[in-house]
């Protein structure tokens, strides 16, 4: 898929930032529209696009956001001319209804039809990690995974696909016929050289993204039992270093690589490199691409008195490109990418260390007889790093070939019990997931556990539970997991008895975390009884009983929220947006001299700045303060980078409407025209332009105008 242009992709960046400050600002409905159009302009943007949306999906989730009618549904499934409208439509439903599996598929059905490659293997990753940890894996899931990564050339991901898929299903010849084919075409590409590694051949010619980790990447079809590791870096500090100064000297590698001066291009990219040690995407990945380059092209391998001079080094950078040096110029000696593992390990250069500990790991797992001592290197580099689930894997390697070792089988047992902690934080109270401050990767925990869940799989994670909970009742944990899972379900008797369980822990553990995850879910809850209602009032309009009924959930789920959100505040009195979600409420129900004052902390926070002042503005105008909503919504504007779009436009006409409601109708009429030349159809702004124009030539601009043209601002 081509990348987008330039100016296509500063448009992204505009509506992906809209959706940043919507979803901060709680407004999750506003943030999918404004992921999904910057996706229009930038389809294959997954960090900073999709993955981002999937985060605010399960986000929306939990707090119980409306799941897509089935109106909605219909119509998303069934419009679309274009694999691009069929992707997005997918992806609103999937954001909308994050649980529901086959709304991922529709998406990577159509990612794959518009070859939008990245697109495809983050999803694709994503719904291998899911089905591989679903209860009930399903056959069909892999099939479509082994076609979506052959499509996009990934054969050692799509004969893990399919040996998934043959498990499930042993009796199927074309399944067979499928693996024994991939398989041939995998041996073949590896004899050829282009199919090992795949994480340098494969990740080297993709598109650089502004990622703050490495794309996951499932099971190479060596290794079945890591095929359910899941591929993630460690959050940890990155040392890029001068990136600036780095690339001019790639810039230079760049162009003596196209030349075919390979060995010149090796030195300027570790010159690039003794600048930005940890620039992977612009350097390492593309260095060991060249080495293959060179490899291929017959380059001499080094000689004795360079691999003399190179395998030292003073520090761990200068020990780090003197073995990336050698392994440049000998891409299949395995111990130069070891001694480059260590020094990167050493260096704190974790992104890189990362990169290439997944390529030996590759390498020894597909090799005829792997290396004992590799694994071990790989087991303790990944501990170093923090990668529990990647060191149980290599550890695990090395067991099996050397099964009577019992210094190995501790280590193994050691090292399971850290991953086991690290996943659940169970000397931690609280959510693990907390602790994960990468987006991708706590996307992708969330899929894990919440992408796939039928009702057999929510039956047994309350039972599970529920055992957990009857043999440690004092663990808050327990408690808090038997919550979420009762809540699951979706029913009013097992979200009243969560409700109930939160609410009796939290007066025996006197933690308020209890009172607040109790108030969300009542929030949830009214929310699900109010769409049940408003479901039955649209089947019958003029049902009295079902007219009243949504009255009075509105208000019962209005009084619920606005006392969830004191508390909140009461009890983290600090918390900017606990402030900003309480004033919220405090202004829905016209208390709005209570709501000021907490708008106007909210605004602190620069993630809710400018929507706190349209909050602020709108106070002052329903209070009659105009001049003070008009100084108000006139700094917001200058704030405001963006000059058109949906938040801008609703600044401006918030503001004419308060220019209009002072009497000054010259400056409103000009602020409505603004509006009007960008978007005709806003609101009414063409009827009032066309209303204020009919008033000024019949009375002059100082004569009264009538009151047709009073209207509260649109900020709620």
Not at 93 to 110: F, I, S
Not at 524 to 549: F, I, M, T
């Amino acid at each position: 898929m081509p990348e987008p242009d330039a100016q296509a992709q500063a448009q992204a960046e505009a509506h992906f930032e809209r959706a940043r400050q919507a979803f901060e600002a709680g407004d999750f409905d506003r943030a999918i529209d404004a992921y999904l159009a910057g996706l229009r302009h930038s389809p294959d943007t997954v960090e900073g696009g999709h993955i981002d949306l999937r985060v605010l999906a399960l986000r929306r989730d939990e707090r119980g956001g409306a799941k897509p009618s089935l109106e909605e549904v219909e119509q998303k499934l069934s419009e679309g001319d274009t694999p691009l409208e069929k992707m997005l439509n997918a992806e609103y439903l999937l954001a909308k209804d994050p649980q529901h599996l086959a709304y991922g598929e529709a998406v990577l059905r159509a990612a794959v039809a518009g070859r939008y490659t990245e697109t495809v293997k983050w999803m694709a990753d994503l719904m291998f990690l899911a089905n591989n940890n679903a209860r009930r894996p399903s056959a069909a899931v892999y099939i479509l995974l082994k076609d979506s990564y052959e499509a996009i050339g990934q054969i050692e991901r799509a004969v893990a696909a399919c040996q998934r898929a043959a498990r499930l299903k042993p009796d199927d010849l074309m399944l067979a016929e499928d693996l024994k084919r991939l398989a041939g075409k995998l041996g073949a590409a590896r004899r050829a050289g282009t199919g090992t590694p795949v994480a340098v051949s494969g990740v080297a010619k993709a598109r650089p993204q502004r990622t703050r980790v490495n794309a996951a990447r499932p099971p190479q079809a060596q290794d079945p039992a890591g095929a359910e590791q899941e591929e993630s870096v460690p959050a940890a500090p990155s040392d890029q270093g001068d990136l600036a100064a780095a690339r001019a000297f790639f810039e230079k590698a760049r162009s003596a690589a196209e030349s075919k001066n390979y060995d010149y291009a090796i030195e300027m990219y570790l010159e690039g490199l003794q600048r930005a040690p940890d620039a992977l995407e612009e350097g390492h990945l593309p260095l060991c691409e060249l080495g293959l380059q060179r490899r291929g092209r017959g380059g001499k391998k080094p000689s004795m008195v360079e691999r003399v001079r190179r395998l030292r080094g003073r520090t761990p950078l200068e020990q780090m490109l003197n073995a990336e040096y050698l392994f440049a110029k000998d891409p299949d000696h395995t111990p130069y990418a070891e001694a480059m593992l260590k020094a990167a390990v050493d260096g704190g250069y974790h992104r890189t260390a990362h990169w290439i500990a997944n390529l030996i790991f590759q390498t020894n797992n597909a090799i005829e007889k792997p290396s004992l001592q590799t694994y071990v290197l790989l087991k303790d580099c990944y501990k170093a790093m923090g990668q529990y689930d990647k060191a149980v894997a290599a550890c695990q390697r090395a067991v099996r070939m050397k099964p009577d070792d019992k210094e190995l089988a501790d280590e193994f047992k050691n090292l399971s019990a850290e991953l086991t902690m690290s996943k659940g934080k169970y000397g931690v109270e609280g959510d693990f997931r907390q602790s994960i401050r990468d987006r991708e990767t706590q996307a992708r925990l969330y899929a894990q556990d919440r992408m796939i869940k039928t009702e057999d799989y929510r039956l047994s994670a309350v039972e599970e539970a529920r055992r957990a909970y009857a043999k440690d009742p004092d663990v808050a944990q327990n408690a808090f997991n038997l919550a979420d899972a009762l809540a699951d379900l979706e029913q009013d008797d097992a979200e009243n008895e969560a409700i109930q369980l939160l609410s009796d822990s939290a007066e025996s553990h006197k933690d308020f975390r209890f009172t607040e995850r109790a108030g969300l879910l009542r929030i949830r809850q009214g929310r699900r009884r109010l769409r049940a209602a408003k479901k039955r009032l649209k089947a019958e309009p003029s049902d009295a009983a079902a007219q009243a009924g949504v009255r009075e959930l509105t208000e019962v789920l209005a009084r619920t929220e606005l006392e969830h959100y004191r508390l909140c505040v009461e009890h983290y009195p600090t918390d900017l947006s606990a402030k900003y979600e309480y004033g919220l409420r405090l202004m829905r129900n016209e208390r709005y001299n209570e709501a000021i004052p907490l708008f106007q902390d909210a605004q602190k926070d620069p993630r809710r700045r400018i929507s706190a002042m349209d909050k602020i503005g709108y106070c002052f105008f329903m209070k009659g303060w105009y001049a003070d909503a008009i100084d108000v919504f006139s700094r917001a504007i200058d704030s405001y980078e963006i000059k058109d779009d949906a938040i801008a436009k609703e600044l401006r006409y918030n503001l004419a409407l308060a220019h209009e409601s002072q009497g000054d109708r010259d400056r409103a009429l000009e602020l409505y025209r603004r509006i009007a030349q960008l978007d005709f159809g806003y609101k009414d702004v063409s009827e009032r332009v066309d209303r204020l124009r009919a008033e000024l030539k019949s009375t002059g601009p100082d004569g009264p105008g009538g009151d047709a043209g009073f209207r509260e601002p649109t900020s709620q």
